[in-house]
């Protein structure tokens, strides 16, 4: 069992920077695969960046290539999204989650999540 709380989220103008959060409680951690997913109002949840439990491997959406970074800290406990060249259209509450499979991409592939942190850019 692994508990996600997100922190880092906020109101930020178009090409501006944020850096997400996601600490983990538990000794489990480095035992999943962490993903970020995102959920804009009137939207589906998607599937932002998913990073390996060793970092070895990472995965990003077509749509946040080239701009966000997601990276671990298993001896924290912690994983991060870092999130460039902020566009209005990443509006959304941003979560974190964690899943026992190899390279999910899938929400339904996840098992724990945290509560969200809302993300705004503003044009």
């Known amino acids: 069992q692994v508990q996600l709380v997100e922190s880092g989220g906020g109101l930020v103008q178009a090409g501006g920077s944020l850096r997400l959060s996601c600490a983990a409680s538990?000794?489990?951690?480095?035992?999943?695969?962490m993903g970020w997913f995102r959920q804009a109002p009137g939207k589906e949840r998607e599937f932002v960046a998913s990073?390996?439990?060793?970092?070895?491997?990472?995965y990003y959406a077509d749509s946040v290539k080239g701009r966000f970074t997601i990276s671990r800290d298993n001896a924290k406990n912690t994983v991060y999204l870092q999130m460039n060249s902020l566009k209005p259209e990443d509006t959304a509450v941003y979560f974190c989650?964690?899943?026992?499979?190899?390279?999910?991409?899938?929400?339904?592939?996840?098992?724990?999540w945290g509560q969200g942190t809302q993300v705004t850019v503003s044009s």
């Open positions: 990073i390996s439990r060793s970092s070895g491997s990472t």
């Open positions: 989650a964690a899943s026992m499979l190899f390279r999910a991409v899938r929400s339904t592939s996840y098992d724990h």
């Open positions: 538990g000794r489990t951690f480095s035992s999943y695969d």
